[in-house]
T-cell receptor
Framework: KAGVTQTPRYLIKTRGQQVTLSCSPISGHRSVSWYQQTPGQGLQFLFEYFSETQRNKGNFPGRFSGRQFSNSRSEMNVSTLELGDSALYLC??????????????FGPGTRLLVL | QKEVEQDPGPLSVPEGAIVSLNCTYSNSAFQYFMWYRQYSRKGPELLMYTYSSGNKEDGRFTAQVDKSSKYISLFIRDSQPSDSATYLCAMSAQSGYSTLTFGKGTMLLVSP
């Protein structure tokens, strides 16, 4: 079974631009969560989508948004990029909403650099 | 004070050594404790999962939770160069990964 895939793997943007990241979950998984990982703050939860609806949200500004499609693929969008948005963005999938931690699988991440 | 504290390392050990990785936390409501391993340019993968206090062993890995001291540990026996990675602790007050609070990770380097 293929794992979680994320595209693109690397991205360079400039301040003020917007960016869209994509995540394809494991086949059959309907829940997709997004995380931001930085050296300063570590790994932080952004939001979770299940059945095309946002179910949980972390403590991030409204510039961070996402959506999920009927095939469970998810996209994350960051508008008006700031230097501090440079990070590794990780996607994780699970079969159920808010499932137990041991059933979550991470993708390799998209590394975003904002100049 | 951060909710979860973890020494960033790097921690360098020779092959075969016993490795001890630790996290402290401040939120007494945490009940679910996890250790993830993250190789360079990869996403985290779950290594160990424990609920409440106690020990859990899986092969060369042992996870220990001491809720009275708000302290968790991961021990790696007979460490191998392939264990070289960043180890992240994570914890939550309720079942459900969307509530996880992560440590910043400890980089481990095992030299042959």
């Amino acid at each position: 079974k293929a794992g979680v895939t994320q595209t693109p793997r690397y991205l360079i943007k400039t301040r003020g631009q917007q960016v869209t990241l994509s995540c394809s979950p494991i086949s059959g998984h309907r829940s997709v969560s997004w995380y931001q990982q930085t050296p300063g703050q570590g790994l932080q939860f952004l939001f979770e989508y299940f059945s095309e609806t946002q179910r949980n949200k972390g403590n991030f500004p409204g510039r961070f948004s996402g959506r999920q499609f009927s095939n469970s693929r998810s996209e994350m969008n960051v508008s008006t990029l700031e230097l501090g948005d440079s990070a590794l963005y990780l996607c994780a999938s699970s079969a159920r909403q808010g499932a137990r931690q041991e059933t979550q699988y991470f993708g390799p991440g998209t590394r975003l650099l904002v100049l | 004070q951060k909710e979860v504290e973890q020494d960033p390392g790097p921690l360098s050990v020779p092959e075969g050594a016993i490795v001890s990785l630790n996290c402290t936390y401040s939120n007494s409501a945490f009940q679910y404790f996890m250790w993830y391993r993250q190789y360079s340019r990869k996403g985290p993968e779950l290594l160990m999962y424990t609920y409440s206090s106690g020990n859990k062993e899986d092969g060369r890995f042992t996870a220990q939770v001491d809720k009275s001291s708000k302290y968790i540990s991961l021990f790696i026996r007979d460490s191998q160069p392939s264990d070289s990675a960043t180890y992240l602790c994570a914890m939550s007050a309720q079942s459900g990964y969307s509530t996880l609070t992560f440590g910043k990770g400890t980089m481990l380097l095992v030299s042959p």
